[in-house]
């Protein structure tokens, strides 16, 4: 896998993976160009694309879109299922993942991202060993006193599409 | 479950990032960042010394900043210092930190790979796991020469924690691909491989990624990994669903990790082992059973990692293309999922189809689908997959279905989206001239892609029909009418007025004796044109005046008065005005011989590469197009030009994009390209009858030298069929192929063309025949990228055959490399009147695989005809002499092909006989006469033909000296028409 990108139905990014080395200025590019081809296709649509030399593999989970770019020889339904467990392991972490929760705990999607794929290859598939590894680490820190949960509904009313469960629709 | 509350939430953190998500503008957004970079610049460079929390809360602020699209200028120093902080926390936001905005400054690197080496030597699992994903997610160079030495040791020692030697795998595949020079695995290489016999499930998902690309590159020295690979992946495949616990994904049995095998297994050729490669034969027949197994759960992630397993398994069948058996199940299952309710699965097949339709074992297989993905190509709602659909339509064409396809794909183009227009008309444009065995056909098709998409024709492909129109006499004619035509359109494309310029130009005259386009209609269509074209194609159409003025001197005058006119004479365009001018003085003052030197006809074109292919590969970027597709299309496109070594005196002809296609801007030298008009060398081979092209070629004493090519009387008969891939393995003779009588029959009334062509090979056959003698040049063309070895050529002649002939070869060299074309002669005697064909047998290897097929060669007892031209009342004195029952042989039969009085005359013709007009009372009967020489005697045949148009058949009679004659020539030629 060459690179991941989360973003929402209104284009915003919400994370980005690169597992080949580029230029900021070559990464805002592509962000932009696959954004706009992403949401310009309809609901039923197949979820794989030809973009450059490389394939696109899009889901959209609730408000997030999930787009990974893949070689010619990788495997595209197993991408897709790729993006699924990853989606899982938020979901476990976080309790019922919602946009707002990867926004807010931007760091934590990235560290659970770490653990699941590295260098662009899936790590460990196993959900169990992902999460007691998070969890783990977890332990071990100290700073226990500014624990909050980011109930998303009290910090932003407004935004229900964000809060709204990725699992939901 | 409250998982949050375990990690720890930053409360600055969260009020930054809310107040950002309330921002109403661009504008106040970054004003609150500039408030917050001013606070955190100050927090970093005030006195008090930060804690470990502050630093890791302003340093992840600064990340979501830079995360947003800000620039960040500073703050990285705080983050190195957080790498040596002992709270993991602390620790990982730095590394994160660092991955996310790495800077090449050399002090940070430094300091980096310092920390980055104390967590790897720190013996805390975590902490090395933390600094092997630093190290992954930058992989710079100056990582790679700090721990490339050090991270196989850790990947490999018998101490290393589960989770520390996967990190570590990837890690060093990141820097692999990276700095290829600075990962040395050598010792470590077999425990490397080893760990594909690990117990955790987890190492081997993430050491097969290394594996796999190590494989890549050295192939030998990782090649004991394939048996581990197939008896992993034979555990897998036969494990339930449960058996892998939590490494089973909606039970399917660890998908990822099958998926990786089924890959790393494709670097490999199948394994030499009989007892390997009949496990993974059954590995592969297990995941193709599974698939016709009900689902074990609705959920679309079970039939996901199902058929994301099914497909790479596929893609090691077709990479294989050894197992005729699987291959053909394949392409059953991927016709399944061709009409699957899920787009997804459409769009796989139509893509794992492309790649089996150029395998020989599978691509009739394949082809069995074109209703279907004809039917996807019209109704498909999703662009991507009808362009898959377009894809595959182009790699199952051939011969046989070359005109069907190319007519869907038109009609496709009509509504096509823009997007791939200009790649569906390079495809059209690439199969008509590969396929084209009929030129009219392929000239009607261009001009149509023109009419339909001509925003979207590149020069390329208007150049490319000039060049064959040139290169092809017999579509002359042809191509001028149809010019003509399309030209009348009120509002046709500016690249219709190109081409029609340029022909008409050229070959005007061949359709100038019509009144309805003498040359003054002519002229006067284009020039109707002139005023709504371009720079570019005005300055081609008065290269085509000038080619009139020549062609057609009675159009002299008024071609001049347009010259002479303000608007061409002082057009502001210096091109324009320069042709004008030249072309006015030069029409003026050149005499008639001059004039025709200066604007001879154009010479045929050298080139024998299509330059349409190799606009279609740079389009789709490298890979797209198969190497031994563009072999293929070199070697056709060597035919179609006529191929052979010109020599370079035609070389000045060659277009470029800049050069006018006219060659007039370098006009002199055209004259010496083609004064072979009178050449004393006529082509003895060149074919004669009312459909064959004009009696003086002007390259014909080049002609005689080049292989065959699909000549002008191939417009008479059908195309060859697509014959099926001979797959024999016995060494000895196969059998004649099933449609060897056919093949025979299409070379009765013809010498030349293609005998026989599959994927691999192509027979050409060129031949002459004088009294009871023959010779025949066969030409064995390699239609692949690999070399045939032992190749070797056989001919005999069975039962009384060969008492009959006397034929001799002369054997053929060994070896074909891949794209060459070989020759061998063949002399023929006819010692007496025979029946039976000699049989010719080829075998080679391809591939390690024999290929042993045997055809019928085309020697028939016509050839040795001499026509005998006589009067009516000689023939019928003759006819009457000629009375015994068995001297007569009959057949009355329905006509199989159009009943066209040229073609008909053409054939008999073509026989050998003599036509004789005005001898039979029925105008509409044919009659011809000629002798059969043979050593031991002459015998002397007559024919009459009658055909009845309204029945639609034909009785056939003949009548010769010998009754076994008669016979034959009745079973011959009832097959004709």
């Not at chain 1, 080949?20 to 039923?44: C, F």
């Not at chain 1, 909050?148 to 599409?161: C, D, E, H, K, T």
């Not at chain 2, 490669?277 to 079970?302: D, F, M, W, Y």
């Not at chain 2, 030197?597 to 890979?623: C, D, H, N, Q, Y």
Request: contains cysteine.
């Amino acid at each position: 896998m060459q690179f991941m990108l989360l973003f929402s139905r209104q284009g915003k990014l919400r994370l980005q993976k690169w597992y080949v080395p580029l230029s900021d200025k070559e990464k805002k590019k592509i962000t932009r160009e696959l954004v706009q081809m992403v949401l310009a296709r309809k609901p039923k649509m197949c979820s794989f694309l030809e973009w450059r030399d490389l394939k696109i593999v899009y889901k959209r989970y609730a408000s997030l879109y999930f787009c990974c770019a893949i070689e010619d020889q990788d495997n595209e339904l197993i991408t897709l299922e790729i993006i699924h467990r990853y989606v899982e392991l938020l979901d476990k972490y976080f309790g019922s993942v919602c946009e707002l929760d990867i926004i807010f705990n931007f760091e934590k999607a990235y560290f659970i991202l770490d653990e699941f794929l590295l260098g662009g290859e899936a790590q460990e598939t196993s959900k169990k060993n992902v999460l007691k590894a998070i969890e783990q680490a977890d332990l071990l820190q100290e700073n226990l006193d500014f624990q909050i949960r980011l109930f998303p509904g009290v910090l932003n009313p407004s935004m229900s599409a964000e809060s709204s469960g990725l699992f939901q629709s | 479950m409250p998982a949050v509350s375990k990690g720890d939430g930053m409360r600055g953190l969260a009020v930054f990032i809310s107040d950002i998500r309330n921002c109403k503008s661009k504008e106040a957004e970054i004003k609150r960042i500039n408030k917050e970079l001013a606070n955190i610049r100050s927090k970093f460079k005030g006195d008090k010394a930060l804690d470990g929390y502050s630093k890791k809360k302003y340093v992840c602020k600064l990340l979501f900043i830079f995360l947003l699209g800000h620039d960040i200028d500073f703050g990285h120093m705080e983050a190195v210092n957080l790498l040596s902080s002992n709270k993991y926390t602390e620790k990982q936001i730095g590394y994160l930190f660092i991955s996310v905005l790495v800077n090449s400054n050399s002090e940070l690197i430094r300091l980096i790979n310092n920390a980055i080496k104390n967590d790897l030597s720190s013996r805390n699992p975590t902490f090395m796991c933390l600094a092997l994903h630093c190290i992954a997610n930058v992989g710079s160079r100056e990582m790679a020469e700090a721990f490339a030495g050090e991270i196989p040791r850790i990947l490999v020692a018998g101490d290393t924690m589960d989770s520390v030697k996967q990190s570590a795998a990837l890690c060093l595949l990141r820097l692999y691909k990276t700095s290829p020079d600075l990962v040395l695995m050598g010792e470590w290489t077999s425990r490397v491989v080893h760990l594909l016999n690990d117990q955790h499930m987890g190492v081997v998902t993430a050491a097969i990624s290394l594996i796999t690309c190590l494989s890549q590159k050295n192939p030998d020295e990782f090649k004991t990994c394939v048996s581990l690979a197939v008896s992993r992946l034979s555990r897998i495949v036969s494990s339930a669903s449960t058996d892998l616990q939590d490494y089973t994904y909606y039970f399917v049995p660890a998908p990822w990790l099958s998926c990786k095998l089924l890959r790393l297994l494709q670097c490999y050729p199948p394994p030499e082992d009989g007892a390997v490669k009949g496990r993974l034969v059954e590995c592969l027949e297990t995941i193709l059973n599974k698939a016709q197994e009900p689902p074990k759960s609705k959920k679309v992630q079970h039939s996901n990692a199902k058929n994301a397993i099914l497909f790479e398994a596929i893609a090691l069948i077709i990479h294989y293309d050894s197992e005729p058996n699987l291959l053909v199940r394949a392409c059953n299952q991927l016709g399944q999922f061709l009409q699957h309710r899920e787009t997804n699965l459409r769009y796989l097949a139509l893509e794992s189809m492309c790649t089996l339709a150029s395998s020989e074992f599978s691509h009739e297989a394949v082809k069995t689908h074109i209703e279907t993905v004809i039917n996807a190509l019209k109704t498909e709602r999703d662009v991507s997959v009808r362009q898959r659909a377009a894809d595959l339509l182009y790699a199952m064409c051939d011969r046989s279905n070359a005109k069907q396809i190319v007519a869907e794909m038109l009609s496709y183009l009509e509504t096509a989206d823009y997007s791939i227009r200009e790649e569906m008309v390079l495809k059209v444009a690439i199969l008509a001239e590969k396929y084209a065995v009929d030129y009219s056909w392929y000239v009607d098709t261009i001009l149509n892609l023109i009419r339909i998409a001509g925003d979207y024709v590149s020069e390329e492909v208007w150049y490319r029909v000039i060049q064959i129109v040139i290169n092809r006499d017999d579509v002359q004619g042809y191509a001028a009418k149809t010019v003509f035509e399309a030209l009348q359109a009120p509002a046709c494309h500016e690249n219709m007025v190109k081409v029609g310029g340029y022909i008409l130009g050229e070959f005007g005259n061949l359709i100038a004796g019509d009144p309805r386009s003498s040359p003054l209609v002519q002229f006067n269509l284009l020039h109707s044109k002139f005023h709504l074209c371009s720079v570019p194609t005005r300055a081609l159409l008065l290269s085509a005046y000038i080619k009139f003025i020549n062609l057609f001197p009675e159009t002299k005058s008024t071609i001049q008065e347009v010259l002479r006119s303000d608007s061409q004479i002082r057009n502001s365009d210096v091109e324009l005005q320069q042709r004008a001018v030249e072309y006015l003085k030069l029409s003026s003052i050149a005499s008639t011989d001059v004039l025709a030197t200066v604007l001879e006809e154009m010479p045929p074109f050298p080139e024998r590469e299509s330059s349409i292919l190799a606009k279609l590969k740079k389009k789709k970027g490298p890979g797209a197009v198969s190497v031994s597709e563009l072999e293929e299309g070199k070697r056709e496109g060597g035919e179609l030009n006529g191929g052979g070594d010109r020599g370079d005196s035609s070389a000045i002809s060659t277009p470029s994009p800049s050069a006018d296609l006219l060659g007039l801007r370098s006009a002199a030298p055209v004259g010496s390209a083609a004064p072979s008009a009178g050449s004393l060398l006529v082509d003895v081979f060149s074919e004669s009858g009312p459909a064959a092209p004009a009696a003086v070629n002007d390259d014909g004493f080049l002609r005689d030298l080049e292989p065959p090519t699909e000549s002008s009387d191939s417009l008479l008969a059908d195309p060859p069929p697509a014959a099926a891939p001979a797959a024999v393995v016995s060494e000895d003779p196969a059998p004649p192929l099933p449609e060897s009588d056919e093949l025979l029959n299409k070379f009765v009334c013809k010498n030349n063309g293609v005998l026989f062509e599959n994927q691999l090979l192509q027979i050409g056959i060129k031949s002459e025949y004088r009294q009871n003698l023959g010779r025949m040049y066969l030409f064995y063309g390699n239609k692949t990228s690999v070399q045939f070895v032992s190749f070797s050529t056989t001919v005999t002649c069975p039962g009384e055959l060969h008492v009959q002939l006397n034929v001799q070869t002369k054997p053929v060299e060994p070896l074909v490399e891949g794209g060459a074309q070989v020759q061998q002669v063949i002399n023929i005697e006819c010692l007496s009147d025979f029946s039976d064909a000699p049989l010719l047998n080829i075998k080679f290897r391809y591939g390690g695989a024999l290929q042993n097929l045997t055809l019928k060669l085309p020697v028939t007892i016509n050839k040795f005809f001499q026509p005998t031209e006589m009067a009516s009342h000689d023939f019928f004195q003759r006819w009457k002499q000629l009375s015994q029952p068995q001297q007569e042989s009959q057949k009355i039969f329905k006509a199989s092909h159009a009943m066209d009085t040229e073609v008909i005359k053409a054939k008999l013709l073509g026989l050998g006989t003599a036509l004789l007009e005005k001898v039979d009372p029925n105008p509409e009967n044919y009659v011809c006469a000629g002798v059969i020489q043979t050593k031991a005697q002459q015998v002397g045949c007559l024919l009459r033909l009658e055909p009845n148009a309204q029945a639609q058949m034909y009785r056939l009679t003949l009548r010769c000296s010998k009754d076994t004659v008669s016979k034959r020539l009745c079973d011959l030629l009832a097959e004709q028409f």
